[in-house]
């Protein structure tokens, strides 16, 4: 199976990116050992994390073959970035923009492709580049749950998946909204192991409308 099926697979399993985005290396590994715990099967790890590309190649060397979790890198601005993610051994892509260098090495070497926009004209943009699914974003400060509904009733045909800043808790209204996955950070980590672990549970039930 390709990285980039393996990713849709993986997405329709657990429809949650789990987003690390810290200062810190060591904090980053530690939150994304928190989200494999807790069940996460796509791991985000940001360009923000220092050293980023070497976490990916850590937490890939760790894992048991092909199996989840798909590990990707997220703040892919430009193609630069692109390379070095894919470089790296990332098996999916986020952009925070839409950038056609970005889709062209994402497409190149076959990886799952999330682009980011926020108006109509961007989330349009992003599909016709080949995003697999456009994250949209910042939600919660244009609208949220609401803003999202707005914009799928003309281009409800685009794959959506709600970013920007929001809890498990406000999982059902996105969904409702027509958001077929989620990228959530912090708000999935608990001040406990246990308790990191139930939030991911509670926040994978509600992803998967159960």
Do not use: W
């Not at 456009?134 to 707005?150: D, E, M, Q, S, W």
């Not at 920007?164 to 808790?169: E, M, R, S, W």
């Not at 409702?176 to 509670?202: D, K, N, V």
């Amino acid at each position: 199976m390709s990285a980039r099926a393996r990713v849709a697979e993986c997405l329709d399993e657990a429809p949650i990116i789990g987003v690390v985005r810290t200062h810190s290396h060591d904090e980053a590994a530690a939150q994304a050992a928190s989200f494999i715990a807790g069940g996460l099967q796509l791991i985000e790890i940001t360009f923000t994390v220092p050293n980023g590309p070497d976490l990916v190649r850590k937490l890939k060397a760790g894992r048991e073959g092909e199996l989840p979790p798909a590990i990707g890198m997220g703040t892919v601005t430009d193609e630069a970035r692109a390379r070095t993610a894919i470089d790296a051994g990332a098996e999916f892509v986020v952009s925070p923009n839409a950038h056609a260098g970005v889709a062209a090495v994402a497409r190149e070497a076959g990886v799952f492709l999330v682009i980011g926009a926020l108006t109509p004209t961007e989330i349009a943009a992003g599909h016709q580049l080949g995003a697999d699914i456009i994250k949209v974003y910042p939600l919660p400060p244009v609208g949220g749950a609401a803003y999202l509904a707005t914009v799928r009733q003309p281009l409800g045909d685009i794959p959506m998946l709600a970013a920007g800043g929001f809890g498990p808790d406000e999982i059902p209204d996105y969904r409702a909204a027509g958001a077929q996955a989620y990228g959530i950070g912090a708000p999935l980590l608990g001040g406990s192991e246990e308790e990191s672990r139930e939030r991911i549970r509670r926040a994978l039930s509600l992803a998967r409308g159960e």
